[in-house]
């Protein structure tokens, strides 16, 4: 499972103190790139949203597509973008689907995103993991809740915010932080281990 980190003291933190895990498996700003705000002032700033992402291309991994652009009509040309794996957030099953789609169809690495703010989608977790048939995106993870559910559902990857790692008190203590953030790294990587154990263990069996 991919961790992504927004541009955040987090993200900073994690290059300065932490950068053995950096790719392994944790992916702060700008190689995950999310700048939220940039998308809210208008219905057109998405085009300044990839605009900024096609200067930064050489250094970002993954970006979470903008909300509900269709790709054929972007006034953007998103060829330049072509090595970034794109999160797209499902606000709707019935609309938002055709947006990964048409991405594919342009060759485009796909992540479908799942928000963790109900308020923020049309549907259940349910709904979506009988949807979705590809790469699935934990979108938000700041409770352990969520980060159990995305872990419990095999989601590929996740973005946290830092409340996942505690309070605003403990996150200011640096050695502390490394801490909670290497636990983070070690449940992540428990977690595939043991599914491989047990999926080893039923090949196995049906070999006897």
């Known amino acids: 499972m991919i961790i992504g980190i927004g541009k ?23 190689l995950f790139y999310d700048a939220k705000g940039d998308l809210l002032t208008s219905k057109l700033a998405y085009i300044g949203y990839l605009r ?9 991994r993954i970006a979470v597509y903008p909300d509900y652009v269709l790709p ?14 794109f999160v797209v957030p ?26 963790s703010d109900s308020r923020y989608r049309s549907y259940t977790l349910n709904d979506f993991l009988r949807a979705v048939k590809g790469r699935k995106w934990y979108l938000g993870v700041s409770t352990r809740h969520e980060l159990e559910e995305a872990l419990r559902y095999d989601f590929d990857g996740i973005d946290i915010t830092g ?10 203590n640096s050695s502390l932080l490394k801490e909670r953030v290497k636990e983070l790294i070690i449940k992540v990587k428990q977690k595939r ?4 154990t047990v999926f080893h263990i039923a090949e196995v069996r049906k070999g006897l």
């Not at 281990?193 to 491989?196: L, M, W």
């Open 8 to 30: 955040s003291p987090l993200s900073y933190f994690v290059w300065k103190y932490m950068s053995e895990y950096v790719c392994n498996p944790l992916y702060p700003y700008p």
């Open 52 to 60: 900024k992402l096609q200067v930064k291309r050489n250094e970002v």
């Open 72 to 85: 054929h009509k972007a006034r953007v040309n998103l060829s330049p973008l072509n090595s970034i794996e």
């Open 90 to 115: 499902i606000h709707s099953l019935e609309n938002d689907m055709v947006i990964v789609e048409e991405l594919k169809s342009l060759g485009f690495k796909v992540y479908y995103g799942y928000a």
């Open 163 to 172: 409340y996942v790692l505690g309070r605003n008190k403990d996150r200011k």
């Open 193 to 196: 281990i043991t599914d491989f």
